[in-house]
């Protein structure tokens, strides 16, 4: 594997469930991020890890929690999410204080 | 919030024409950058830019840095059908805090 991985690439879940998204990144990196892309929105930054510490929560609402064990995987549990919250899901990673983002297929998220 | 202007929001050319594109913002910018996204897929980085007049061509797709720090605008030259697809501008003041113009969409008639 090559660059940015996103798993699953497709997820519909209901209000009530509770699932995770998965990110690795095989590019040495040790900055990875997540954002929303929504119809018709612009791309919006959630969180920003840096060596595995969280450095930039972009007031995200507490039903999406991410976690970063080690700098190439970053996960997004998901719980409790609403129907406005069916998006592309990205994840991206680059080096730290690095401007240009390295970004992942993405997976698109409907929520029932 | 930080918002970027980008337009047109569309385009529908013919192959072989030339295509032009641009974002303006409120604030300046130190760095924009342009990103292609294709169907199901995550944007790709087409051109980074991090002076203010800088000129920079990858390929047939030239991007500027506008004087003013608030712009910066994408051409491409001679389409052809694999350009198709929704292009967006970024900017940032501050590294890893990327601001998102809200893309333009590409057709292109054969």
């Known amino acids: 594997e090559t660059g940015v991985t996103q798993t699953p690439r497709h997820l519909v879940m209901g209000m009530t469930n509770k699932k995770s998204l998965k990110c690795e990144q095989h590019?040495?990196?040790?900055?990875m991020y997540w954002y929303k892309q929504s119809a018709k929105k612009p791309l919006e930054l959630m969180f920003v890890?840096?060596?595995?510490?969280?450095?930039e929560n972009n007031s995200v609402p507490s039903r999406f929690s991410p976690e970063c064990p080690n700098s190439s995987h970053l996960f997004l549990h998901l719980h409790t999410l609403q129907p406005e919250d069916s998006a592309l899901y990205l994840c991206?990673?680059?080096?730290?204080?690095?401007?240009?983002?390295?970004f992942g297929p993405g997976t698109r998220l409907t929520v029932l | 919030g930080q918002q970027l202007n980008q337009s047109p929001q569309s385009m529908f050319i013919q192959e072989g024409e030339d295509v032009s594109m641009n974002c303006t913002s409120s604030?300046?910018?130190?760095?924009w950058l342009w990103y292609k996204q294709d169907p199901g897929e995550g944007p790709v980085l087409l051109i980074a830019?991090?002076?203010?007049?800088e000129l920079t061509s990858n390929g047939r797709l030239t991007a500027q840095f506008g004087i003013t720090r608030k712009d910066s605008f994408l051409n491409i030259s001679a389409s052809i059908p694999s350009d198709v697809g929704i292009y967006f501008c970024?900017?940032?003041?501050?590294?890893?805090?990327?601001?998102f113009g809200q893309g333009t969409r590409l057709t292109i008639n054969p």
């Open positions: 991206a990673s680059s080096p730290p204080n690095d401007r240009r983002p390295f």
């Open positions: 590019l040495g990196h040790n900055a």
């Open positions: 890890y840096n060596f595995k510490e969280q450095t």
């Open positions: 604030s300046i910018f130190n760095t």
């Open positions: 830019l991090y002076k203010a007049g």
């Open positions: 970024a900017g940032s003041k501050e590294a890893q805090k990327l601001v």
